[in-house]
């Protein structure tokens, strides 16, 4: 008996051991990924990765990582890829960080993780070069085009090479089948995806993280642009304007929907007086609680927007605005290029 006491206390022993060293290396990854944070936080974005990389490492060694943390260092890593550029690692990151995310249970979390894949997707079809227009079909129905109607997010470079997606990590065979315009056309159809999955997460809590959701509109609307759909382009940067009334909406995300709202209406639209408008009644508000840089890009959409109409009083009260702001009318032009 004594002998089967000791074995089993032998047992117990080596368990004990294990979860501590186990609980040792979460807690070492979470220390690392919070490390990481401060480091990214106080303009060090290589020492931050660093610091993410480790904490991936120290979590790989667990057997049952906490997903919150687990969910938190992949996003972080995919940030941290796409602040140096490297699109395809951050898309990685987000797809793992999405695969973690069903056991964190928090929905506006995962609904972020979409958008951001969508973005990503966005900047990977411009980096092609050619995109190309919008399909009258996918026009009229621009819900339909929802790559992913469970929810599940497939991780492009493991696509099935004889499938019609397949060439995404073949540079060769994508130039071979269509070239740029197709290349760009897939990571739009991916983005598209992307944001429809974000969007049912955002809408099952609104108005719960209405800022967030507003920034998903953006993203999509400026997709919209890039593949010159304009018609969604206007139902897009419409509803972004609505939902910018709220008071739980930030001033910067409020100022870009009533800009690129004025700026479509101006420019795709051809009515500059109902730009003039919408930007005369809402910017006063939202000025003061912006950046310098984005007051002129939107002070930029309305003087141009008021130069159309052909209306000099109108042009002279926006500049004597702009004036009062310290925002010079060359400099707000120049913002408004960028």
């Known amino acids: 008996m004594a002998e089967v006491y000791r074995s089993a206390h032998a ?8 979860y501590r060293s186990a609980h040792a290396a979460a807690a ?3 220390a690392e990924n919070e490390r990481g944070e401060l480091l990214r936080r106080a303009g060090r974005p290589a ?17 049952d990582p906490d997903p919150g943390t687990h969910s938190a260092i992949l996003n972080n890593l995919a940030l941290s890829a796409h602040e140096r550029g490297e699109l395809p690692l951050a898309r990685r990151y987000l797809v793992r960080s999405l695969e973690v995310g069903p056991l964190v249970g928090d929905p506006v979390g995962r609904a972020i993780t979409y958008d951001n894949l969508g973005v990503v997707e966005v900047e990977l079809a411009r980096l ?9 079909e996918e026009a009229a129905c621009p819900d339909e085009t929802a790559a992913h109607p469970d929810g599940t997010v497939a991780d492009p470079d493991s696509a099935d090479p004889d499938s019609p997606d397949g060439d995404l990590a073949d540079p060769g065979r994508v130039a071979a089948r269509g070239g740029a315009a197709r290349f760009a056309a897939v990571h739009l159809r991916e983005a598209e995806g992307h944001f429809a999955a974000a ?15 507003l920034r998903s509109v953006l ?14 382009v206007d139902r897009l940067t419409r509803h972004a304007a609505e939902l910018a009334r709220h008071h739980s909406v930030g001033a910067e995300n409020a100022l870009e929907a009533v800009t690129m709202r004025g700026d479509f209406l101006h420019r795709r639209r051809g009515r500059p007086r109902a730009a003039v408008e919408l930007l005369t009644a809402r910017l006063p508000a939202l000025l003061p609680g ?33 004036t009062e702001l310290g925002i010079p009318a060359r400099s707000a032009e120049s913002a408004g290029r960028r």
Do not use: H, I
Request: include cysteine; glycine fraction near 8%; proline fraction near 4%.
């Open 219 to 232: 993203n999509r609307a400026d997709a919209a642009g890039l593949r010159r759909d304009t018609g969604r």
């Open 28 to 30: 070492g990854a979470a």
């Open 290 to 322: 912006c950046a310098a840089e984005r007051s002129a890009a939107a002070l930029a959409v309305l003087l141009r927007a008021a130069a159309a109409t052909g209306d000099p009083a109108l042009v002279d009260d926006v500049t004597a605005r702009m």
């Open 128 to 136: 092609a070069g050619e995109v190309p227009a919008a399909r009258p």
């Open 47 to 63: 020492e931050a990765a660093e610091c993410f990389g480790r904490a991936l490492a120290a979590l790989d060694g667990v057997a």
């Open 11 to 18: 047992a117990a022993t080596r368990r004990a051991e294990v």
């Open 199 to 213: 969007e049912r997460l955002f809408r099952s809590v609104l108005p719960e993280a209405l800022d967030d959701y």
